[in-house]
């Protein structure tokens, strides 16, 4: 934000944004908390769905018995189980493939982010065959919300799995 070909000097401290690329992205980076609290209500349904017994991980088990309230983490919608951040946030990641960088039709214009699809009713049609393929590397990281969530190839293959979602593959 401190580049003057990102922002420029405003009143006092303060900087204005002035680069509609950097701007394009902040639109996008406020819908993130609302579709981190729609992946993270979801994925335990969608979790069972596909044949798992999603209360009887023990990280799942463990968080659940220690909190009375369980709450989405940004809207605090009430959610059937709190879950580990570690299983949701390379989900939250593969949103990576949804987005675009769209480049501008006049020459005095520069290019933004946008998502390529409505990511709500996207994730309404694909997530559970994303989760489907996702979960396959729970058994290698033994349940391990810790592991899952600092592995690479946790984002990597959840990014594929939206690539492949997006690709028509279920």
Do not use: F
């Given at each position: 934000m401190s580049l003057d070909g990102v922002s420029s000097q405003g009143k006092g401290y303060q900087?204005?944004?002035s680069n509609r690329s950097v701007y394009s992205a902040f639109q996008i980076a406020?819908?993130?908390?609302r579709l981190y609290d729609y992946i993270y209500a979801a994925f335990p349904k969608l979790y069972n769905k596909n044949g798992g017994s999603y209360g009887k991980i023990n990280a799942v088990k463990s968080l659940n018995r220690r909190h009375n309230s369980h709450m989405a983490p940004y809207g605090h919608e009430q959610v059937e189980y709190l879950s580990p951040d570690g299983f949701i946030t390379p989900l939250v990641y593969g949103l990576r493939a949804l987005m675009t960088i769209e480049q501008p039709q006049k020459s005095n214009d520069s290019p933004h982010v946008v998502w390529s699809q409505d990511p709500v009713p996207w994730l309404d049609q694909h997530l559970t065959s994303i989760i489907k393929r996702y979960v396959t590397i729970f058994t290698p990281w033994e349940y391990d919300p810790q592991k899952i969530g600092k592995s690479i190839g946790s984002y990597q293959?959840?990014?594929d799995d939206y690539k492949l979602a997006l690709a028509g593959i279920e």
């Open positions: 900087r204005e944004l406020v819908q993130l908390p293959n959840a990014l």
